[in-house]
């Protein structure tokens, strides 16, 4: 990115923010952020003590098109999807479809012969202590695959006893729930979040009409990463699409949701964050799709706990021992969850003590500098 393209990036980001409060603090943050990373387009929901939501957007969603970024920008959001699985097994105990705490071939039958899934539940898939690796290689192309996959599956260790984040483990959460329903993921989620949280533009499948809006994706050498329309094998955990006005919408039902007017989200939102997973060190808790930490870390910028990428350049993840610590619960904690892919990333988290969150989505891959920015525009607002 050249100094006058920066320039006019930056001239628009201060004066062309759709629909936002002014915010110095925020801004400040933004601006930094988007030179030091050579961010396009950023875009930033702020819920407030009073349950205000504000949003913020700087850049441009196509700067090709000369298309800047607004509240109708799509992104994809990736792994932020995992959180809406959550939140739709959460709501699938609350209505008797799903027991949180059954082995999964009860909701698959035709994985009753393999005998290593007989200890993986629902929860252990959405808390990333399945045991299952990150991915299935080679990576199933259709749900045939996937079940194929499940049926040849070992588990180093026994589920519930070491956390190792994993796509596969939260994709099987998409089959799981589609079975306990009898319905498509896509029709539950439209009708238990995004019908009565009154989202907007949040979707698995983007109707064609919306794909203009879609931010154009940068990996992190700046190449670009045109949107895609393919569905990943694994939906439930990297697919879905959505604006920072509905991702705000989201986290604030996380906060608020005792002021929500559906009875059964009410329930099943307080049931999600319960701190089952304990990572040995104190390091954070593991709950359903998200993951709760001492609010000492807001001082640190390292998301969801793994190792990264190994010398090969693969994603590499270190298990982590899990420990029963019913004491975390009672420190000051905030709840967060990164995502990345795409040509994508963002970052959210709040604190539930003081019901203030923040949402960061940026049509480029960055590493852990934008959790530090989404941490440090939570310190800023409180």
């Known amino acids: 990115m050249n100094n006058k393209r920066l320039c006019i990036l930056f001239l628009l980001a201060l004066h062309g923010q759709s629909y936002a409060s002014s915010n110095k603090d925020v801004d400040k943050l933004a601006l930094s952020f988007m030179k030091q990373n050579h961010v396009e387009g950023l875009s930033i929901a702020v819920v407030s003590k009073s349950g205000k939501l504000q949003t913020f957007n700087y850049g441009y969603a196509n700067e090709k098109n000369k298309l800047p970024t607004s509240n ?4 994809r959001i990736a792994s932020f999807s995992k959180t809406y699985t959550a939140t739709l097994a959460a709501v699938a105990a609350q209505e008797a ?5 059954a082995s999964i071939d009860q909701y698959i039958p035709k994985l009753k012969d393999n005998t290593y899934l007989n200890n993986v539940t629902p929860w252990t898939l959405l808390a990333h202590v399945s045991a299952f690796p990150f991915d299935f290689i080679p990576t199933p192309q259709n749900e045939s695959e996937v079940m194929a996959g499940l049926n040849r ?29 009898a319905e498509s993921y896509e029709m539950l989620l439209a009708n238990k979040i995004v019908k009565p949280l009154q989202l907007q533009s949040t979707y698995l499948n983007l109707p064609i009409s919306k794909e203009s809006y879609v931010a154009l994706g940068h990996e992190q050498n700046n190449k670009l990463r045109p949107y895609d329309r393919n569905l990943d094998i694994w939906f439930a955990a990297a697919s879905l699409k959505s604006t920072i006005g509905d991702m705000g919408k989201f986290l ?36 359903l799709g998200w993951q709760a930490h001492l609010i000492t870390a807001l001082d640190n910028s390292i998301g969801d706990t793994f190792s990264g990428y190994d010398k090969d350049g693969k994603l590499s993840f270190t298990p982590q021992k899990i420990i029963n610590n019913p004491d975390f619960a009672k420190n ?51």
């Open 252 to 287: 604030s039902a996380q906060m608020n949701y005792a002021q929500l007017q559906d009875p059964i989200l009410r329930k099943a939102i307080p049931a999600m964050h319960q701190n089952k997973y304990c990572l040995i060190g104190n390091l954070a808790c593991e709950q």
């Open 72 to 75: 109708q920008t799509i992104y």
């Open 153 to 181: 599956l070992t588990l180093p260790y026994a589920p519930g006893s070491y956390y190792a984040y994993s796509n596969a483990g939260i994709g099987t959460m998409g089959y799981v729930l589609q079975n306990a329903y």
């Open 97 to 101: 479809k799903l027991d949180l705490n």
């Open 332 to 382: 000051k904690l905030f709840i967060d969850k990164s995502c990345g892919g795409y040509g994508m990333s963002g970052y959210m988290a709040y604190i539930p003590e003081q019901k203030t969150g923040v949402v960061v989505l940026l049509n480029k891959s960055v590493g852990d500098a934008r959790i530090k920015l989404g941490r440090d525009i939570l310190k800023v607002i409180n």
